[in-house]
């Protein structure tokens, strides 16, 4: 029996995890929803816009519709940030996360500070680092240099393919 990984962590929901790699493709439905599908083409999850007032907002959804998350985008801001919402609400008392770009301007490279809801923004949960060039990024738990997640992903005739997992 294998044993269960100490470092898998669960930010919206334990059924989101997973202790072994996957693969996913990413493409853009007639309608301009993002899709993710598994390899057998099967809808895993969908993005969908709907934007409102000044802020950007998306909403993830499950294979059958069930709204999981809100993610709002915040104009007028000076680092770029995204606060993220359980279900379809937009409500403080239901945000769950919210991220900000370390430096107003990156070029190539990312890195963005995500702070849990009950955090006060001065020391970070989790960071995400990518790069463009080489085409991954990695989530890490605080300060440390171990990656809880690894993404990695490729273009194949215009379909993105990530890869999840350690």
Not at 30 to 55: A, E, M, Q, Y
Not at 108 to 114: A, I, S
Not at 124 to 147: C, V
């Amino acid at each position: 029996m294998t044993q269960p990984n100490s470092s898998l962590v669960s930010i919206i929901g334990s059924e989101f995890i997973s202790p072994y790699p996957l693969e996913f493709n990413v493409e853009t439905d007639w309608k301009g929803n993002l899709v993710i599908t598994d390899n057998n083409s099967k809808t895993i999850f969908t993005v969908r816009s709907c934007d409102k007032s000044f802020n950007r907002q998306r909403l993830l959804m499950d294979a059958n519709w069930k709204p999981i998350v809100t993610i709002e985008e915040k104009d007028w801001t000076l680092h770029k940030r995204w606060n993220v919402y359980s279900g379809e609400s937009t409500l403080k008392s239901d945000m769950i996360f919210t991220t900000k770009e370390k430096h107003k301007i990156q070029i190539l490279k990312t890195r963005v500070n995500v702070y849990l809801a009950h955090n006060s923004e001065f020391a970070y949960d989790f960071k995400l680092k990518g790069e463009y060039g080489k085409k991954r990024s990695a989530i890490y738990k605080g300060h440390s240099a171990t990656p809880l997640a690894q993404l990695k992903w490729k273009m194949i005739n215009v379909v993105y393919v990530i890869l999840l997992g350690e």
